[in-house]
């Protein structure tokens, strides 16, 4: 092949490379601002697109999807002139693609300038230990403000965070001491919780032992009673049925001595009776009178009928 023949094919490869590249593929989540002739031409979303070969260009892809920007520690002074250093983090989300392209010169360099400016303002109206303890508040305040700077650079600020707060070192070591203190005191606290609890506990154990013990005392008590009346009331039934057996072997042998006709022997057998109450067991002689002397083996016969129907 001549060198003719090596000059066709090359521009005929040329030619396929410039006709395949005017062919474009915009991606899920980017879009393409075009440029005709150095001019804004338009903005290619997702999809197939063809542009004019030479002419048309892709000025600039730009990224949609919601994007972190994370900045280094920015030192900011407080209405009490304490000086520390913050570092914020932002979350923004680029909405209109020719302003974010025509907008401004370097997008991120220009938030991060603004978002500086911004904590510095918004840390100068605070002092130390409102700084400390309003982040939520800081957070929103400059949120707000950046969503505001960057609208006409088609950038929608959807939050901001402050990552980390360091304050000067000898703050820091007041505060850990302080920390410390705290710590120490919720944990005495806890400990003289703890032990009043178990104090709470052994009165609480003790006040029922308590209450066992003189419910058991009671019950032994009633017990020991119960048993005592019972004991009380056998001993009376059986006396009260001794004494009846007695009577009625008294009126036995009494109606014996009736049916006997020993009507003078029963009253002078009692005066009998009477003597041995008397003499209760004690005098070793006893005087009768003379007329009771003759009824002496009446008496011996009664005592004997007494102590048989006694015995049956």
């Known amino acids: 092949m ?4 090596w000059l066709v094919a090359v521009l005929v490869v040329l030619v396929l490379v410039i006709f395949v590249s005017c062919f474009k593929i915009v991606p899920q989540a980017q879009a393409y601002v075009i440029e005709r002739l150095g ?10 697109h063809v542009k004019m070969p030479f002419i048309d260009k892709v000025a600039r892809r730009v990224n949609l999807k919601e994007q972190v920007a994370d ?18 983090v932002v979350f923004y989300q680029i909405t209109d693609s020719k ?16 978002t500086a400016t911004t904590l510095r303002n918004i840390i100068g109206d605070l002092e130390l230990d409102q700084t400390l ?17 960057t609208d006409p650079w088609g950038i929608k600020v959807n939050r901001v965070e402050l990552k980390n707060i360091i304050p000067p070192a000898e703050i820091q070591n007041a505060m850990e001491k302080q920390m410390k203190a705290e710590r120490e005191r919720r944990e005495a606290v806890t400990r003289a919780e703890g032990e009043k609890k178990a104090k709470i506990l052994e009165a609480e154990g003790a006040k029922e032992s308590a209450i066992l013990r003189a419910e058991a005392d009671k019950q032994s008590a009633i017990l020991r009673a119960e048993a005592e009346k019972e004991k009380m009331i056998r001993e009376a039934e059986g006396e009260a049925e001794a004494i009846l057996k007695v009577q009625q072997a008294n009126a036995e042998g009494i109606r014996l001595l009736k049916e006997a006709g020993a009507d003078e022997a029963v009253l002078k ?14 005098a070793t002689t006893i005087l009768l009178p003379a007329e009771l002397q003759g009824i002496a ?10 102590s048989g129907v006694a015995a049956e």
């Open 297 to 306: 083996s009446v008496a011996a016969a009664f005592k004997e009928t007494v």
């Open 39 to 48: 001019a804004y031409q338009g903005t290619w979303s997702v999809g197939f």
């Open 2 to 5: 001549d060198f003719l023949g």
């Open 133 to 149: 303890t309003s982040r939520e508040t800081i957070n929103t305040k400059m949120r707000a403000a950046l969503d505001i700077a």
């Open 269 to 282: 057998m009692k005066s009998l009776e009477a003597f041995e109450k008397v003499a209760d067991g004690q």
């Open 71 to 88: 900045f280094p520690p920015q030192p900011v002074i407080t209405k009490d002139n304490v000086t520390m250093r913050i570092d914020t």
């Open 99 to 114: 302003l974010f392209t025509y907008g401004v010169e370097n997008p991120m360099m220009a938030i991060e300038n603004l």
